[in-house]
């Protein structure tokens, strides 16, 4: 299949190229990068990770990034052109996975910072708490699909070069358990938890202030 850089560039990325002198540029590369499948090295890219980062756009247009850590693979190559992810227990705003279902619309970024390397991925999305893969992420609540409409690879020149310490101990084991955060601790947000939740913090030493909050996770003990 021929992809048409029309249906990938908008009219204002093309004035752009146009007023830098890139057109040509941007075109070898298109032609050179871009494609409408995940090939099999790519997916091995993919599925080496454990961490990427995800942008989606509300229907006002305000668009939002969030990072999303699990285990090596949290982001599931099911074929060429589909990926899904889940959704973990999270601060209850749902801001990408509510943006996901206003527009439908997601860009991942998937990054190694040790070699480094790095991969983009644009589609449509549907979101689900009864997908057929929810049995692959113990502790999700909900789980993305992605279908694939652009996969390409960037430049790594750019990425500065990082040395992975540990994997997060908060990423749900083969039970769906976790450890309960510090910031579900805090006193002010006591009243909007869950009985479950708020036993898990008495079980935990009890309630923290907001600055304690901050000094943990200055700390690095969110």
């Not at 390397?117 to 057929?132: C, E, K, L």
Request: glycine residues 10%; hydrophobic residues 40%; negative net charge.
């Amino acid at each position: 299949m021929t992809l048409d850089p029309d249906a990938f560039y908008t009219p204002a990325q093309r004035k752009m190229q146009a007023a830098q002198g890139t057109e040509r540029l941007a075109g070898t590369v298109f032609d050179a990068i871009v494609w409408d499948a995940i090939d099999a090295q790519t997916a091995g890219f993919i599925e080496s990770r454990d961490f990427f980062f995800l942008a989606t756009v509300d229907g006002a247009g305000r668009p939002t990034v969030s990072y999303k850590g699990g285990p090596p693979g949290v982001c599931h190559v099911v074929d060429e052109r589909t990926l899904v992810f889940p959704s973990y227990d999270g601060n209850g705003m749902f801001k990408s996975m509510g943006n996901a279902v206003d527009t439908g619309k997601a860009g991942l970024l998937f990054i190694d910072m040790v070699t480094p390397n790095r991969v983009r991925v644009q589609g449509s999305v549907t979101v689900s708490d009864t997908d057929p893969d929810m049995g692959r992420y113990p502790g999700a609540s909900l789980v993305a699909r992605v279908a694939v409409e652009h996969c390409f690879l960037n430049c790594a020149r750019y990425i500065h070069k990082h040395t992975r310490v540990a994997a997060s101990p908060y990423v749900p084991d083969a039970s769906g358990c976790q450890p309960h955060p510090s910031w579900k601790r805090i006193d002010i947000v006591q009243d909007a938890l869950g009985a479950e939740d708020r036993a898990k913090t008495a079980a935990e030493g009890g309630t923290i202030t907001m600055d304690d909050y901050a000094e943990k996770l200055m700390a690095g003990k969110s």
